[in-house]
């Protein structure tokens, strides 16, 4: 039972990962898009480097985002190895 519980758990982590990594992509598409924008925006004079920047930054923490996902998603995956002495 003990076993059971414990790889439904590692389960449970793997799918909310996948989902928070999906999630995290489409945002970084999102963000990247409103970059582009932006850009576009200030070219014709209706913006300026600080909107550029923001939107940089926010680009930029979805990125990191993403990686600290993946990070999770890769520990959690060796550990579920680990326990079933995959490793």
């Known amino acids: 039972q ?3 519980n414990k790889l439904q758990i590692y ?12 999630q995290q992509k489409e945002l ?10 932006e850009r576009m ?3 014709s004079g209706e913006s300026s480097v ?3 920047n923001t939107r940089e930054a926010n680009y930029l923490k979805a990125q990191e985002k993403l990686v600290e996902y993946m990070a ?3 520990k ?3 550990s ?7 490793l």
């Open 50 to 52: 600080f909107m550029i």
């Open 80 to 86: 579920f190895k680990a326990y079933m002495g995959l």
């Open 11 to 22: 389960s449970n982590e793997n799918e909310n990962l996948k989902q928070q990594l999906s």
């Open 28 to 37: 970084i598409k999102n963000t990247r898009k409103l970059l582009e924008a």
């Open 41 to 43: 925006n200030y070219i």
């Open 2 to 4: 003990v076993v059971k």
């Open 72 to 74: 999770k998603y890769e």
């Open 76 to 78: 959690n995956i060796s």
